[in-house]
C-alpha cells in the first residue's frame, strides 16, 4: 500500500509528550519512534496488522499505512476482546518494535492467527485490533477512530470473539455447546424469538405471536433433556465450563455490543475451541430463558418423585445452581448481548442502549455513551471526544438535552430514579435531578413494572401524547416544561391494601385528595407534589426546590381495592386528564433542575 498522501483534514499527531492514555500498558518508546502515518479523516482511513509466524515459532506483526476503509472491506478480521489489567502486559513485535500489548490481547493475536490459519488457511492474516491499531497516544485520532467503530466492524470479513484469557481450563464449553444444539436444531430458526427481551410481554398482549408457542414449548423439553442429564459427569462439567465461560469479562465491556452486533460474521474462541455464533447464541439464550424452572430445586423433585435430596442428580443440579447464581450479576449482560445481534435489523433506541450500559464496565466513563452511538441514530448529534475538557457530568446533560430535544417527549424521566434510593445520591456525579446516571450499576427495584409502563405497546400517556414544549437554561442543567399538579403525596399512608401492596420492588402511596400511586421509586417523601409533564408518559413525582422543582421518580395510578383504575385514574393515564385541562388554560411552566 502506498504511503498517503498529506491533506488538510488530516489529522495530525499531537506534538505533547506522549502519555498514557485508554488506560493502555506504557509504550512511550514505541511511540517516541513515531511508527504511525497519519490518517485522512476524509478518506476514512484505518490501519491493519499483518500477522504471522517467524522461524522461531514466534508471532510477528507489521502495521501497514493508512487505507481507506471502503479499500479495506471483506478483506481483515476484527478483533473483539477484553482488554483486562494494563499492568499484565505481553510483548508484541509490531514493524520491528516492542510493544506493550493488554495480555489478553496476545493470547487474542494467538488465537485468532491460529484460527484463521487452520480453519481459512490463511498464510498471512490481516487482522484489526484496537490497541495496536489506532494511536493511543493521539486523541484526536483516538476519537475520530472511535467514531469509526461501527463502519471498521462491520466491513471486516468477520469478528472473532475471544473469550479465552489464558487463565482458563479447556474448551469443554463449546463442544457441550455443540452437543446440545444437535439435540435441538431447531433452536436456531428461534432466535428472533428468544433474541427479544420483551417476547414474553408481547406474547401477552398479543397470545398468537409467530414462534413464541414454539418456543415455550421447546423450553419444556429442554428442560427434561438437561434433567435427564444430570447423571452424566462429563455432562455435567461441560455445563458447569458453559456458565464459566458465561462468567468471563467479555461479556461486561461496553464496547462489545458493538463490535458484535456490527459483524456480518462472528465466531467465538475459547479454550482452543471455535463456533459460530448462531449457534452458541440459539443455545445460550435458551439456557437462560429456561434457567428458572431448571434450576428449581422443588420443582425438580416434584416433577421427578424418584429423586430426593441425597441422589446423584439433586447434589449435581444444586451443584450447577451454586454456580449460576455466583455469575447471575453477568447474565443481564450477557442476555443483552446477545440479543441484540439476534434482532439486530434496525437502529437501536438510544436510550435503551444507555439502560443497558449501566450493565456494562468503562474504564474511561464516558463510554458509557460513546460505546453505543454507532447502534443509534446519528441525528442526536453527539460525536466522540475524549478531550479532557468533556466531562462525565457534562456529557451527560448535553446528551441528555440532545435526546429530549430528538425525541420530542421525556420519556428519558423513566431512567432517572434507576439505582438511586435517595434524591441526592448521586455518587461522584454533578448532575441535575433530571439527568441519568448511566454509570450506576444497579437496575431499578422494580424492574418488570417499569418495563412493562414503558413498552410502547401498553396504552398508557398521562400528557396525552402531547410534545414536549421544553426549553432549558444554565448550559443545559434546567429543564423547563408545561404541566399540571395534581396533589400532594403522603407516603405514611392508613390505607391497609396500599400498605399491602408496598413491598421491596412495588411503593404504594397516597394523594391527598385519594388517588393511589405506585412508583419503583424508593426516594419518595411527604409532600412531593403529583403532576402531569408534557411529553412524559406516566405522572411524575417533583419536590419543590425554591423557585424550582427536584424531579423524584414517575409512577401510575390505580384503584387500591381492586388494583384497577378507577374512572378518573383512568382519565389521567390516558391523557383524558390533561387535553381537558389543557383545553381550560390550566398548564403551568414547570422549571426542573
Not at 109 to 130: C, N
Not at 383 to 405: A, D, K
Not at 481 to 504: A, F
Request: charged share 25%; net charge negative; glycine share 6%.
Amino acid at each position: 500500500m502506498a504511503p498517503a498522501e498529506s491533506r488538510k483534514d488530516d489529522l495530525p499527531h499531537d506534538t505533547t509528550p506522549p502519555v498514557d492514555t485508554f488506560y493502555s500498558p506504557a509504550n512511550h518508546s514505541f511511540y517516541d519512534d513515531q511508527p504511525y502515518d497519519t490518517l485522512s479523516k476524509e478518506s476514512r482511513m484505518i490501519r491493519l496488522l499483518k500477522v504471522r509466524k517467524n522461524e522461531a515459532g514466534h508471532l510477528e506483526c507489521v502495521l501497514t499505512q493508512g487505507i481507506p476503509l471502503a479499500e479495506a472491506d471483506n478483506t481483515y478480521t476484527a478483533l473483539s476482546y477484553c482488554a483486562g489489567d494494563p499492568n499484565k502486559t505481553q510483548t508484541v513485535t509490531v514493524s520491528g518494535r516492542k510493544f506493550n500489548a493488554f495480555a489478553n490481547l496476545g493470547v487474542a493475536l494467538e488465537q485468532s492467527y491460529h484460527y484463521r490459519t487452520r480453519v481459512h488457511k490463511d498464510v498471512e492474516v490481516l487482522i484489526w485490533a484496537d490497541q495496536i491499531c489506532i494511536d493511543q497516544s493521539n486523541p484526536l485520532e483516538r476519537s475520530h477512530q472511535v467514531s469509526l467503530m461501527y463502519e471498521i466492524y462491520s466491513c471486516s470479513r468477520e469478528v472473532v470473539v475471544c473469550l479465552f484469557t489464558g487463565d482458563e481450563p479447556g474448551g469443554i464449553a463449546i463442544d457441550w455447546i455443540q452437543e446440545v444444539h444437535a439435540s435441538f436444531p431447531k433452536l436456531a430458526g428461534l432466535l428472533h424469538v428468544l433474541g427479544d427481551p420483551d417476547i414474553l410481554l408481547k406474547h401477552q398482549m398479543q397470545p398468537t405471536l409467530d414462534g413464541v408457542s414454539d418456543m415455550i414449548k421447546l423450553s419444556a423439553k429442554f428442560r427434561k433433556y438437561m434433567w435427564s442429564k444430570l447423571k452424566n459427569e462429563t455432562f455435567v462439567s461441560g455445563w458447569l465450563d458453559v456458565l464459566q465461560m458465561l462468567g468471563q469479562p467479555w461479556w461486561g465491556r461496553s464496547w462489545v455490543l458493538q463490535e458484535y452486533v456490527a459483524a456480518r460474521d462472528a465466531h467465538y474462541l475459547y479454550g482452543g475451541r471455535c463456533i459460530h455464533w448462531k449457534i452458541l447464541s440459539a443455545v445460550v439464550l435458551m439456557l437462560l430463558f429456561a434457567e428458572n424452572a431448571t434450576m428449581d430445586l422443588e420443582f425438580f423433585l416434584t416433577v421427578n418423585r424418584k429423586h430426593n435430596r441425597s441422589s446423584q442428580e439433586y447434589r449435581q443440579l444444586s451443584q450447577i445452581k451454586v454456580k449460576a447464581e455466583a455469575l447471575k450479576k453477568n447474565q443481564m449482560s450477557t442476555r443483552s448481548v446477545l440479543g441484540y445481534k439476534c434482532c439486530s435489523a434496525q437502529r437501536r433506541d438510544l436510550r435503551e442502549l444507555l439502560n443497558h450500559s449501566r450493565t456494562c464496565g468503562a474504564s474511561d466513563k464516558r463510554d458509557h455513551v460513546f460505546a453505543f452511538l454507532g447502534l443509534t441514530d446519528s441525528a442526536y448529534g453527539i460525536e466522540p471526544n475524549y478531550s479532557p475538557e468533556i466531562s462525565v457530568e457534562s456529557l451527560f446533560i448535553e446528551l441528555s438535552c440532545r435526546i429530549v430535544q430528538h425525541d420530542g417527549d421525556l420519556r428519558l424521566l423513566s431512567q432517572v430514579s434507576v439505582g438511586r434510593d435517595h434524591l441526592h445520591e448521586r455518587g461522584s456525579r454533578k448532575l441535575p435531578s433530571w439527568v441519568p446516571d448511566w454509570t450506576s450499576p444497579r437496575i431499578s427495584v422494580n424492574r418488570g413494572f417499569s418495563d412493562m409502563m414503558a413498552h410502547p405497546d401498553v396504552p398508557y400517556s398521562a400528557c396525552g401524547y402531547a410534545k414536549a414544549d421544553v426549553t432549558f437554561s444554565d448550559d443545559g442543567r434546567t429543564l423547563e416544561v408545561s404541566g399540571i399538579y395534581l396533589d400532594g403525596l403522603v407516603t405514611d399512608t392508613n390505607d391497609e391494601q396500599t400498605r399491602r401492596s408496598t413491598k421491596p420492588y412495588r411503593h404504594g402511596l397516597e394523594t391527598w385528595k385519594g388517588y393511589h400511586v405506585e412508583t419503583a421509586c424508593a426516594a419518595v417523601q411527604d409532600n412531593d407534589q403529583l403532576w402531569i409533564l408534557y411529553g412524559a408518559k406516566r405522572p411524575c413525582i417533583l419536590r419543590c426546590d425554591g423557585p424550582c422543582f427536584n424531579f423524584v421518580g414517575d409512577g401510575h395510578l390505580w384503584f387500591p381495592q381492586t388494583f384497577i383504575p378507577d374512572d378518573t385514574s383512568t382519565e389521567i393515564m390516558n391523557g383524558a386528564f390533561a387535553r381537558s385541562v389543557a383545553h381550560t388554560g390550566g398548564t403551568t411552566r414547570v422549571r426542573i433542575r
